[in-house]
């Protein structure tokens, strides 16, 4: 335990300040996301144009290539989110067993195309679970930012592989952070359902 302890220690001593930011704002993107604060993907936009860089340098280029998509699904959050004088804000509700097998079919045929690409060429330490995370994190930040309820499952299993990833790959600072976002997730499925079941209750009552 003495020796994980100090190499740890040492790899704390080592994160890059680019790391440190990225994993405070990424933090600071989820939070507001569960409060379902339009700011969110303002920091979300942040923290994945410094994680494109964290990735590469760390030779995990399918997790870099993916901060590339978010910033454009950042962009889009924020546009979807608005509310203004003749648009309602969007509801959270729930996404269908079918779209979500559909993702999960998607995502794992193309972690496989993309993990024999990568080890291929030799490109990634752990290019099937680099893969898997990556594709999978693509359709859980879609159903994010149509406020589907269920990404939040989706992000109990994501979060755990690349914290797993981040873990191999001495990246801690940011492994930690993984973990966090392990107990937000679950924070952010009883804020989601909570907010639901209350829009729910009163469109019954005015019904």
């Known amino acids: ?32 996301v569960i409060r379902q604060h339009r700011a969110g993907w303002l920091a979300a936009l942040a923290s994945t144009a410094l994680y494109l860089q964290v990735f590469a340098v760390a030779r995990l280029y399918m997790q870099a290539a ?3 998509y978010y910033v454009a699904v950042a962009a889009y959050g924020w546009w979807a989110w608005r509310r203004t004088g003749t648009t309602a804000p969007l509801a959270v509700t729930r996404a269908s067993g079918r779209l979500q097998l559909a993702g ?6 193309a972690a496989a195309l993309s993990a024999w690409w990568l080890a291929a ?3 990634s330490p752990a290019p099937f679970l680099d893969a898997l995370t990556t594709w999978a994190s693509v359709f ?3 159903l994010q930012a149509r406020k589907k309820l269920d990404n939040w499952a989706w992000w109990l299993a994501i979060d755990t592989l690349i914290a797993l990833l981040c873990w191999q790959q001495r990246l801690y600072l940011s492994m930690i952070l993984y973990i966090l ?5 679950a924070i952010g499925w009883r804020s989601w359902y909570r907010d639901m079941q209350s829009a729910a209750g009163t469109r019954g009552a005015g019904g």
């Open 1 to 32: 335990m003495s020796a994980l302890a100090a190499a740890i220690a040492a790899a704390w001593r080592a994160t890059s300040t680019s790391e440190f930011v990225a994993a405070a704002l990424g933090f600071a993107y989820v939070v507001l």
């Open 66 to 68: 993916l901060q590339g």
């Open 104 to 109: 999960l079919a998607a995502a794992l045929v």
């Open 121 to 123: 060429g030799d490109a």
């Open 140 to 142: 859980a930040t879609w």
């Open 181 to 185: 976002y392990l107990g937000l997730a």
